[in-house]
């Protein structure tokens, strides 16, 4: 099993670009989610989505959409890119809610 | 509201020392507790879990005990390796939000040989 993969690694955008950033899980998960990690901030939700069909706001949503394809796969997209998106995001899985989650190897993005 | 509370880093230890990072945690009723590890340039890695009061969960050497008359949830190792070098996250899912997990703040460990 690969476990949760993401695309791209790395990214550089210019102010305005748009982008969406790809994760997918083959553990059959039915909980997924996004974070961003930046610096002295730790670790904060942007969306997530308990199951396939639903998505839910985090604590810092704007500026970003998800979508939800199918029970795999979960995107983030910015539709927008600002300098203050330059961020490390990492995807995430779960069984379902409450239970522990599997992260993926992360999208640096740089937005100049 | 909930929340996780690490202690504070960096830590430098000598290979083969003793690893103690404390945890602490506010909770509403008793979530599962969850140990992360994060190596330079990777992701977050679960280093290991414990779901209940006393339970004790385990990995690689690793340990941490689950204590709810304490609310703690403390990661031990006996003799770090230089390949433990990494940030530690002590984490728990929150009862909303679909179980978003709480962080606490990380703590970078530097192990010399």
């Known amino acids: 099993n690969a476990g949760v993969t993401q695309t791209p690694k790395f990214q550089v955008l210019k102010t305005g670009q748009s982008m969406t950033l790809q994760c997918a899980q083959d553990?059959?998960?039915?909980?997924m989610y996004w974070y961003r990690q930046d610096p002295g901030m730790g670790l904060r939700l942007i969306y997530y989505?308990?199951?396939?069909?639903?998505?839910d706001k985090g604590e810092v949503p704007n500026g970003y959409n998800v979508s939800r394809l199918n029970k795999r796969e979960f995107s983030l997209r910015l539709e927008s890119a600002a300098p203050s998106q330059t961020s490390v995001y990492f995807c995430?899985?779960?069984?379902?809610?409450?239970?522990?989650?599997?992260f993926g190897p992360g999208t640096r993005l740089t937005v100049t | 509201g909930d929340s996780v509370t690490q202690m504070e880093g960096p830590v430098t230890l000598s290979e083969e020392a003793f690893l103690t990072i404390n945890c602490t945690y506010t909770?509403?009723?008793?979530?599962?507790l969850f140990w992360y590890v994060q190596y330079p340039g990777e992701g977050l890695q679960l280093l290991l879990k414990?779901?209940?009061?006393?339970d004790k969960g385990s990995n690689k050497g690793f340990e941490a005990t689950y204590r709810k008359e304490t609310t703690s949830f403390h990661l031990e190792k006996g003799s770090v390796q230089v390949s433990d070098s990494a940030v530690y996250f002590c984490?728990?899912?929150?009862?909303?939000?679909?179980?978003?997990?709480?962080f606490g703040q990380g703590t970078e460990l530097s192990v010399k040989p």
């Open positions: 995430a899985s779960s069984v379902r809610g409450y239970y522990e989650q599997y």
């Open positions: 553990m059959n998960h039915n909980s």
């Open positions: 989505s308990a199951s396939e069909g639903t998505t």
């Open positions: 909770a509403t009723g008793y979530p599962s």
């Open positions: 414990a779901t209940k009061a006393d």
């Open positions: 984490a728990l899912p929150l009862y909303n939000q679909g179980g978003k997990l709480i």
